[in-house]
């Protein structure tokens, strides 16, 4: 392990040449019990947890010994989000949506965490978690639907597109102002307790978003009350234009947690087997009653920040081929090949399906109105959900609206 | 009914409402075992419970944030800032989550959180312990902004407040805690056991959120305050000795135009009385409004008292303070008396 301080993952202009990446070989890293102090632990937050080596075997003590079932479910999940993903990209050049934002290279981050949860565990996700909605099984066209703001969208409109929510499936409104469902979700873990429910919350936070005050605030308050909550960075390299080291990444993000009292624990992100074994062993801790874990998800972000968005300004443009964790995606199809349990023939079937889905679901979706000419939510509806009950002076306001 | 104060009404509303719901808990700076700063939570902790009222980190913005969540996950909390020049941290979380979140998940998300601020000057605390922010938080929409004047209001307000399942921002005179202030400091600091509203139920009742009250019929002109300057406006009417109407706005959202309209179109004067600043205060809605719905009964300019458009000072408290003099200067002006 290189002990130096990571530099810029590269900057504009430069060779690509991902130096101080502090990586650990696959199985190398040790895995105490979920129980431990933070203290004892503080290492882990300077290695990082993998399972899959490079010859696709799950190796090391980290190896979460998944049934082939689930691993398969996690690969449907990660391929789901990756077509849906390239297929929005697609919609959006043409002119068929506004705005989207890709997880491209980040698909194990939302498919591995959320099977590695109960369904009754509330998710606080940033805008690039949409994975987390597929894993909890919402139809892709509900998403689209979103995006559009079209008369299907469950949000009546209220939301740029890629700002999903969906109480049903226990998926946190998103919000534009970032990390502040960090605080709020040691909020909601804290109710948890209370109420002596075995539920927990799950939040994440770009490594850019961790310099803003609500990270903190989330690991004061989550230490100080013990709150069974699970709070991720996925560092992705870059916020935007700039990479992790202007967020303050001198050190690994997850050595942050130890400050606090609360295990830190750095993980491949692009590594299926090792996000699912975390999260895993962070749940474990949080239901029984030992507190909050920092976990860093260590993973690339493959493609723009968004659509309005030009990367190659600022970092070489093939970089995320040279990662050296490679690509989630297809690390995992590997490891179910070399353990006997896919095929690349099962693989392409996979591959048409999920297209045809998602077309299907496009169209679905479309059908209930689509960018240029609608149908959209009523106009009427910016003013249902202002207050519980609508106020005189929106009345008003609403009467006015409708004799324009 | 009892005799209270206003930080004895406080009390007993939170009292109440923790006795009566189970979802209700109480958190903030000092607020556990001291029961904090200004003592409106004192015993509460004994009586309730560490898991109900509790200490919170130094970090308004962190428990705003926390609370938010506890309020999506189905409690009732109500956090106290013990100063509302300390509410900033707080600002995004309450401007941009907690105002916003029913209207960003079309109502499927909410948080009932009661934010209670201790605000206003007059007790030499200088420009970090005496601010009026109310008007910022009117002007956000999906938040709920009331200060009351008295401790029977206080009470009945806050316990509407923490029922209400949409979020109100609490705003409490601090200087009225212990008794109606005139905004005489020269004079002996009066309680409130002679006032008719430090009588105050001990059980249960609501005051609804956005009534405004009339507190004095008048036909000459029509003066609206609220929070401290209520006593001020009530002294200066006396020492004139004029017919006024006073008006107790208590809610600045939702804002009860109609009685202030009706009022106004009656006297076809209005004084508008406030301790914040002036420009983009409060008192710049109430004018607005008050022009769009009673301009043709108007027969003088609507005239504003307010604090001067400086921070809050220390040493020149008495001469930043909208005392009697101020609000007599704006009455005479507006009814041209000399």
Request: aromatic share 10%; with cysteine; net charge negative.
């Amino acid at each position: 392990m290189n002990s130096k301080n990571p530099e810029a993952t590269s900057k504009s202009g430069n060779q690509t040449g991902f130096k101080n990446l502090r990586l650990s070989n696959a199985g190398e890293v040790n895995r105490p019990d979920e129980f431990s102090e933070a203290v004892d632990i503080s290492k882990l937050a300077f290695n990082l947890i993998r399972v899959l080596d490079d010859d696709h075997q799950a190796v090391g003590p980290w190896d979460p010994e998944l049934a082939p079932r689930i691993l398969r479910n996690g690969l449907r999940h990660m391929l789901l989000t990756r077509i849906f993903d390239d297929r929005m990209l697609m919609m959006q050049r043409q002119g068929r949506l506004s705005f989207y934002v890709k997880s491209t290279g980040e698909e194990a981050v939302s498919a591995a965490q959320c099977l590695a949860l109960k369904p009754d565990d509330m998710m606080f996700p940033t805008y690039r978690q949409q994975g987390l909605l597929l894993a909890r099984e919402v139809p892709p066209q509900e998403l689209i639907c979103q995006l559009l703001s079209n008369s299907g969208d469950r949000l009546k409109g209220m939301q740029l597109p890629v700002m999903y929510s969906n109480a049903d499936v226990n998926f946190f409104a998103i919000s534009g102002t970032l990390a502040t469902q960090f605080s709020q979700a040691v909020g909601w873990a804290m109710a948890s307790t209370y109420k002596g429910d075995d539920n927990l919350a799950c939040a994440w936070v770009g490594e850019g978003g961790s310099a803003e005050p609500d990270f903190h605030y989330a690991l004061t308050f989550s230490s100080v009350y013990k709150s069974p909550v699970i709070l991720n960075v996925v560092n992705n390299q870059w916020a935007i234009s700039t990479d992790q080291s202007i967020a303050g990444g001198r050190y690994p993000f997850a050595a942050r947690g130890t400050g606090y009292g609360i295990p830190g624990l750095r993980v491949d992100g692009n590594d299926f087997l090792a996000v699912y074994a975390v999260t895993q062993w962070a749940a474990k801790r949080a239901r029984a009653g030992h507190g909050p874990t920092l976990i860093e998800l260590f993973t690339y972000r493959a493609d723009a920040h968004s659509t309005s968005d030009d990367p190659g300004k600022y970092r070489p443009k093939d970089e995320w081929k040279h990662w050296p964790l490679g690509d989630p995606l297809d690390r995992l199809k590997q490891h179910l090949i070399y353990i006997d349990e896919w095929s690349e023939e099962q693989h392409t079937c996979l591959l048409e399906e999920l297209n045809t889905m998602v077309v299907k679901a496009w169209e679905e979706a479309e059908s209930l109105g689509n960018l240029s000419d609608g149908p959209w939510p009523p106009t009427t509806a910016m003013f249902d959900y202002v207050y519980k009950e609508m106020p005189v002076h929106l009345q008003k306001q609403r009467q006015e609206l409708l004799e324009e | 009914v009892a005799r209270m104060n206003m930080i004895q009404a406080l009390h007993s509303a939170m009292d109440v409402m923790l006795e009566k719901d189970p979802d209700v808990l109480i958190l903030g700076e000092d607020v556990g075992n001291f029961g904090g700063v200004f003592r409106c939570t004192e015993g509460l902790q004994r009586k309730y419970g560490e898991k109900r009222v509790f200490d919170t980190p130094i970090a308004e913005g962190g428990f705003v944030g926390a609370a938010i969540g506890m309020g999506v996950n189905g409690l009732r909390p109500v956090v106290e800032i013990q100063f509302a020049d300390y509410i900033y941290p707080a600002f995004d979380q309450l401007a941009s989550e907690l105002a916003r979140l029913r209207s960003r998940s079309a109502g499927t998300f909410w948080s009932p959180v009661t934010v209670r601020a201790p605000c206003g000057g007059g007790i030499r605390g200088g420009q970090t312990h005496s601010q009026s922010p109310e008007a910022i938080f009117a002007h956000v929409c999906g938040l709920k902004t009331v200060m009351p004047s008295n401790p029977y209001d206080a009470k009945g307000l806050l316990i509407s407040a923490i029922e209400d399942d949409d979020p109100v921002i609490f705003f409490e005179p601090k200087r009225l805690y212990n008794g109606p202030f005139d905004g005489d400091h020269k004079k002996v600091a009066l309680n409130w056991n002679d006032h008719h509203k430090g009588e105050v139920p001990e059980g249960h009742y609501t005051m609804p959120i956005g009534q405004a009250e009339i507190l004095r019929t008048g036909s000459d002109i029509t003066i609206l305050a609220y929070g401290t300057m209520v006593h001020v406006t009530m002294a200066s009417v006396e020492q004139l000795n004029i017919d006024a109407e006073v008006i107790d706005v208590r809610s600045m959202m939702p804002l009860d135009i109609d009685t202030i309209a009706n009022s106004v179109c009656k006297t076809g004067r209005c004084v508008i009385v406030h301790e914040a600043t002036r420009h983009c205060g409060f008192g710049a809605e109430l004018s607005a409004q008050v022009q769009e719905t009673c301009f043709w009964n108007l027969e003088a300019p609507i005239v504003r008292v307010t604090g001067w458009d400086t921070p809050y000072p220390h040493a020149q408290e008495w001469a930043y303070f909208p005392g009697q003099k101020r609000v007599i200067k704006a009455l005479k002006q507006t009814l041209a008396i000399a």
